[in-house]
């Protein structure tokens, strides 16, 4: 079973992508924590990613198009995949609908997860994970069992992303808006796009997700997204809806020992993280991604 997660940054993608890989025995493939290895490995993509994400824009497609590619080519993809955090634009949507015909791979679920931007901003800058075993957690939503220690592993580090802060997030919705969104009419076009319930508490989030993936009849939470009303217009070709905008980002580890409760904004303060990444992405950059980046000139500015 092969599954997009779509949704604004913060919405749950990665919360519940976690959640499914396990219940369902699938390979959680997402784009940003690719990219934030890459940041911590200082390899070429990193050190040019970096002040792309930091700025709150997104990465050129042509580099998550090639790490991606490269990706769901291995093994462990084989077995079913859940994208999440891409596709990002109607140019990466094409490139995954052409790798995976190339491939004879299909899509079985694209599910867009709704969340309204206020409670995003509260989600994203009460967001840290482990800093040892990458569990996700919140500062109200979802804290450990046991304030300061991982639920997971037991480590009493955390870290917080350095794109996670107020300035960042505001350009990172944005960029969700203007570039991400287009796509969902792209997918609701063809009558794929489902969407869940995103604001509901974790585990009903969970419940909805569950439901589409087996195939049971929408559960509370979860509604299939109506259909694009018959235009008279042929809906606009994904490369002529693709919109003018900019672009946003966010990453980076930053680690800061959270104490969970009074873990208010260290994200600024916090030292850098400098970790060594996944075998499984560690130096594995395709040279194209690292050329597409070479060619681009960082519109931010470093700090
Ligand atoms: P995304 O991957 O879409 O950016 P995350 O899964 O990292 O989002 O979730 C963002 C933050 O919100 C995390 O701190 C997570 O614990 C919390 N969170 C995720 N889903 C929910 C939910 N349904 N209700 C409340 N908080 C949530
Ligand atoms: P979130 O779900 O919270 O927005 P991600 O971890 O998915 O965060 O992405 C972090 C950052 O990495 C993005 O803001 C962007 O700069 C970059 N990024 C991740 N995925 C993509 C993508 N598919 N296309 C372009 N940039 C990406
Ligand atoms: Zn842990």
Redesign the pocket.
């Known amino acids: 079973m092969n599954i997009v997660l779509l ?5 749950g ?2 919360t519940q992508a976690k959640r499914i890989e396990e219940k369902f025995g699938l390979v959680q493939l ?7 290895a890459a940041v911590a490995s200082g390899s070429e993509i990193g050190l040019k ?1 970096k002040a ?10 042509e ?3 090639a790490l ?1 590619a490269d990706r769901i080519g291995r093994p462990d993809a084989k077995r079913g995949f859940i994208l ?6 109607t140019k ?1 949507a094409e490139a995954l609908d052409a790798m995976l015909a190339e491939k004879g791979i299909k899509l079985d679920h694209v599910i867009e997860m709704k969340v309204d931007d206020a409670l995003l901003v509260d989600r ?1 800058a009460g ?1 840290y994970t482990c800093a040892k075993c990458g569990a996700g957690y919140h500062e109200r939503n979802q804290k450990p069992k046991t304030e300061g220690v991982c639920d997971v592993c037991g480590s009493t580090e955390f870290k917080r ?1 350095a ?2 802060n107020a300035e ?1 997030v505001s350009k ?1 919705l944005a ?2 808006h203007a570039q ?1 969104a287009p796509i969902l009419p792209y997918y609701r076009a063809r009558g794929a796009l489902k969407s869940v319930d995103g604001m509901a508490p974790i585990d009903s989030v969970t419940s909805a997700l569950s439901a589409i993936l087996a195939g049971k009849p929408a559960a509370a939470g979860a509604s299939k997204a109506p259909k694009a009303p018959k235009a008279k217009r042929k809906p606009k070709s994904p490369a002529k809806a693709r919109p003018k905008a900019k ?5 980076k580890g930053s680690r800061a020992k959270v104490p969970a409760k009074k873990a208010k904004r260290v994200t600024k303060k916090a030292v850098r993280r400098v970790k060594r990444p996944a075998a499984s992405v560690r130096g594995k950059v395709p040279r194209k991604a690292a050329k597409a980046l070479g060619k681009r000139r960082p519109a931010a500015r470093r700090k």
């Open positions: 949704g604004p940054p913060g919405a993608k990665g997402s784009t940003g924590d690719m990219l934030r990613a792309i994400m930091e700025a709150g824009q997104l990465v050129p497609d580099v998550v198009i991606i999440d955090g891409f596709p990002r634009t990466q994203i967001r992303r794109d996670d960042t990172r960029a969700y991400t672009a946003r980002s966010k990453a």
